[in-house]
Structure formats: C-alpha cells, structure tokens
C-alpha cells in the first residue's frame, strides 16, 4: 500500500517512481482522449438538404447571384423540399422558401400532376450545390393564361 510518502519528492528535489508511474498514465489518458472521444461519441446526423458529395462535384455549379429568366420545368416536392427541374433536364435547384414558393406549393397541392411552369429567379450556393429563390413564376396553362396563374 502506498502512504503519503510515495507521491512526495525525495530528497535530491525529483518526483518518486510512483509519482513519475502515476504522471506518466495520467499524460497517456489526456492525450488519448480524443480518439476515445471519437470513437464513442454518434456521428453528426447526415445533412439532408445538401446533395452528396459526388453528386455536388459531377454538376457544374452557377455562380451565387446569378439571375435566371424564363426558364421552362417542373415543380416537385422531394421529401419536405420543393425542387425545380428544367425542361432540358440540366439543372435541378432546391427552391428557396419565399411568399412565391407557398403559392406554388398551394398550387401543386390542388392538382399534384406536374404542370410547366416558366421561372424567374435568383441562385445561390450552398455547400456545393445551387439553390433557386423564385422572383416570378408563371404556370404555363392549357388556354390563356389566367390571373391566378401569375406568382
């Protein structure tokens, strides 16, 4: 059993074995506490708005600031989100929650077939992947435009 003595320096002024034996294991533990910490602590939830990182380095992005005008394509909801999708099937943008996004979302809600629409708006990045904010959209009709069509 050690007594008080043990962990008290000797006389030459350096530490004694057990002080140096408990120093030593006391260093090793703090050092090893981020791996353990890594290792026993969840992984961050994955980022469902951001696309994967494959996904976001095949596409070629659009610059932040951007302005789209009378793009053609389809709204659709994809889980929670809203997304566009052109016409030509080149871009896809995750639409922005804005005033004009509510009104489509209402729109689609009413009659969920997919329907044209002809959009205006501004891109913008985040995390490698664009993201559209609608400014003006306009629901391309059978007949004549009606003007519950304009957003």
Known sequence: ?????????????????????????????????????AALLPAPAADVTAPPMEERQ???RIREGTEIKEVEGVFRMTGDRVTFFSEDGQR???AL????LERIVARIADDPTPRQWRVTGLVTEFRGANYLLVRR??????GQPSEDDFF
């Open 58 to 60: 095949s596409s070629a």
């Open 1 to 37: 059993m050690l007594g008080p003595r043990a962990f008290s320096r000797s006389a030459d002024g350096f530490a004694t074995p057990a002080r140096r034996h408990y120093a030593f294991w006391g260093v090793l533990a703090l050092s090893a506490l981020p791996l353990i910490s």
């Open 137 to 142: 959209a306009l629901l391309k009709s059978r």
């Open 97 to 100: 929650e804005n005033l004009n």
């Open 92 to 94: 896809r943008y995750v």
